[in-house]
């Protein structure tokens, strides 16, 4: 990208931020239901880490991921409402008589939801931390989660940007958003895959994306550095984004078409 673009692309991306900053109860709630999930699943569950197959895992670094990424999810869908909202008063419109870059008027509200889930994140680890987080790796560990959870918000901020330039409705976009909290929960969510019971759950578990981001945040958090482990993460949020940015690329250069 030239010079113009980046420019362009910070100047979007700024825009968007002080747009969350204005209204922060567009991102509060999904923080707080995080926050709650975390503190509810560590309460109520942390039980079944002495079961023989968790190795005396810490249970909170096991559930850590599960709310990191409810928060991915929530918290990404803010890009397609920031766009929804300025195609509804007609600011999308105008940016397209400019000569702003038309990337860059859709990679800005992207980048702002994956900036808004590393905040989130930084947040939810921090009250890990005040519960008793144990971490195997150390701060680079905790690095190395917070990397994962930005790249995949940034795959979810690309789909929900695409949904959000393919409908034009605010509500279309955030059902959109939502049909992937299912992915949370057909995966090895509160027990490892060995202790799935249910043939059709481990069918699913197999073929989510999100176990392999949930074991990838784990085995940092409590098995160590395991570079396999560790890359099956990183390679499916490659994928994944791959897949949102290039919809949500391919739905811009429609709208902009139908202008």
């Known amino acids: 990208m030239g010079n113009g673009v980046w420019k362009d692309t910070w100047l979007m991306t700024r825009r968007s931020i002080m747009t969350t900053l204005r209204n922060p ?34 249970y909170l670094a096991f559930i850590l991921p599960v709310s990191i990424v409810s928060a991915a999810i929530g918290g990404a869908g803010g890009a397609g409402q920031s766009i929804v909202k300025d195609i509804e008063n007609g600011y999308f419109s105008r940016l397209l008589l400019t000569p702003a870059s038309r990337l860059a008027i859709v990679l800005g509200p992207i980048i702002a939801g994956m900036l808004q889930l590393l905040i989130q994140t930084l947040i939810i680890v921090c009250i890990g931390y005040l519960l008793g987080l144990e971490v195997a790796t150390g701060g680079l560990g905790i690095l190395f989660v917070l990397l994962i959870a930005i790249g995949w918000g940034l795959a979810f901020a690309g789909y929900s940007a695409g949904v959000a330039l393919r409908t ?8 959109g958003t939502f049909i992937f909290f299912p992915l949370i929960f057909l995966s090895t969510t509160f027990v490892p895959y060995e202790l799935i019971e249910a043939q059709w759950l481990k069918i699913a ?26 890359m099956q993460g990183v390679i499916a949020i490659g994928i994944a984004c791959a897949i949102t940015i290039t919809f949500a690329a391919l739905s811009a250069k429609r709208a902009v078409s139908r202008g």
Request: proline share 4%; no cysteine; charged share 10%.
């Open 25 to 58: 109860f567009s991102f509060i709630p999904n923080l707080m239901i995080s926050a709650f999930f975390l503190l509810v699943y560590d309460s109520g569950l942390s039980g079944i880490s002495q079961l023989p197959a968790f190795e005396g895992a810490n």
């Open 168 to 175: 034009k409705n605010a509500q279309a976009a955030q059902a």
């Open 205 to 230: 578990a197999t073929i989510n994306p999100t176990t392999y981001i949930f074991e990838s945040m784990r085995t940092v958090l409590i098995d160590g550095w395991i570079f396999w482990d560790l």
